[in-house]
């Protein structure tokens, strides 16, 4: 069983950076994907990046590349969103989400399909 533990959410002012962990455990081959997805109410849900269990490979939205980092600690099973230059935009619950599956990276970081998920982190951005 795949399990997601998220951490790092939380109040910053504009410009400022956070650092979002997730935890991962469970994984049975390298054939997975995990991403970090955002969900504001009335909005739907935005993939934010996505990163290659097997090869490091990283995808990001355009709303957030050259801003946001997403990278893993191999030994750790943790995986990072480092936010920089954060903005009211940006606000919202970040889920951690994971597909182990040979096509894991298409499934996840194109289609957006995940059959695993964290709790949520919440990430606000005010003045």
């Known amino acids: 069983q795949v399990l997601l533990v998220e951490s790092g959410g939380g109040l910053v002012q504009p410009g400022r950076s956070l650092r979002l962990s997730c935890a991962a455990s469970?994984?049975?081959?390298?054939?997975?994907?995990i991403a970090w997805f955002r969900q504001v109410p009335g909005k739907q849900r935005e993939r934010i990046s996505c990163?290659?269990?097997?090869?490091?490979?990283?995808y990001y939205a355009s709303s957030v590349k050259g801003r946001f980092t997403i990278s893993r600690d191999k030994a750790k099973n943790t995986f990072y969103l480092q936010m920089n230059n954060l903005q009211p935009d940006d606000e919202g619950v970040y889920y951690c989400e994971a597909e182990e599956h040979t096509e894991a990276v298409f499934r996840l970081c194109t289609l957006g399909l995940a059959n695993h998920w964290g709790q949520g982190t919440q990430v606000t951005v005010s003045a």
């Open positions: 469970g994984f049975t081959s390298d054939y997975y994907a």
């Open positions: 990163i290659s269990g097997n090869d490091g490979q990283t």
